[in-house]
């Protein structure tokens, strides 16, 4: 059963701009806190935004400034806008949820849903 649904993955050269998209099940109820992850091939996954029930927002460092977490409740969707993006954000982008826990973490065994993935690869 799928739950979480990424979206809007592509690839840009570097310094441009894309809007990923996640939308979420009715399955998942009210969750908590949601993030973006990511995995690049041979690397581990690794945390990138995320954001709690109250709109608390958290960035890896490598992200503060460019990147932006937001999520619709009414739509049931969490997005990410990324600016200025860099050879180095190529990876699978992952939105994962959780319903049980506090904090905005980057942690990824924090989180009990997870989507497919969607591509995102920056050329320089």
């Known amino acids: 059963q799928v739950q979480l649904v990424e979206s809007g993955g592509d690839s840009v050269q570097s310094g441009g701009s894309l809007r990923l998209s996640c939308g979420i099940s009715?399955?998942?109820?009210?969750?908590?806190?949601m993030g973006w992850f990511r995995q690049a091939p041979g690397k581990e996954r690794e945390g990138v935004a995320a954001i709690d029930k109250f709109g608390n927002t958290n960035y890896a460092d490598s992200v503060k400034g460019r990147f932006t977490i937001s999520r619709d409740n009414t739509r049931r969707t969490l997005y990410l806008q990324m600016n200025s993006l860099k050879p180095e954000d190529t990876a699978m982008y992952y939105c994962?949820?959780?319903?049980?826990?506090?904090?905005?973490?980057?942690?990824?065994?924090?989180?009990?849903?997870w989507g497919q993935g969607t591509q995102v690869t920056v050329s320089s």
């Open positions: 994962a949820a959780d319903s049980g826990g506090l904090g905005a973490t980057l942690y990824p065994p924090d989180y009990n849903y």
């Open positions: 009715a399955y998942i109820n009210r969750p908590r806190r």
